[in-house]
Nanobody
Framework: QVQLVESGGGLVQAGGSLRLTCTAS????????MAWFRQAPGKEREFVAG????????NYADFVKGRFIISRDNAKNTAYLQMSGLEPEDTANYYCAYDPHHAADWLSPPRVEFEYDYWGQGTQVTVSS
């Protein structure tokens, strides 16, 4: 089992920045993929960004438009999502996800939920206009 704990959400004005943190614990494997998804009220959960175990590959949803950066610190079993230029449309609950099977760093991290075996509880991001 792997436990994921997110933090860093909050209320921010449009144009502001936040950094989300996801810390993993438990049966961590050295080669994995981690990702951020989000779910706004009344909408389905959607992929935001993903990163391979050594950060060789990252990928982003189109709506990120260069505003977000995903990174990780394997010594701390932690992934980050640095968000800037936030817009009210970014308001959502942000979830961290962990794929213990994605060892191939030449393949981009999965963009679909079913590839990820473990999920955090989420952290709320609210962007006011």
């Amino acid at each position: 089992q792997v436990q994921l704990v997110e933090s860093g959400g909050g209320l921010v004005q449009a144009g502001g920045s936040l950094r989300l943190t996801c810390t993993a614990s438990g049966d961590i494997v050295s080669r994995n993929a981690m990702a951020w998804f989000r779910q706004a009220p009344g909408k389905e959960r959607e992929f935001v960004a993903g990163i391979t175990w050594n950060a060789y590959r990252t990928n982003y949803a189109d709506f990120v438009k260069g505003r977000f950066i995903i990174s990780r610190d394997n010594a701390k079993n932690t992934a980050y999502l640095q968000m800037s230029g936030l817009e009210p449309e970014d308001t959502a609950n942000y979830y961290c996800a962990y794929d213990p099977h994605h060892a191939a760093d030449w393949l981009s991290p999965p963009r679909v939920e079913f590839e990820y075996d473990y999920w955090g509880q989420g952290t709320q991001v609210t962007v006011s206009s």
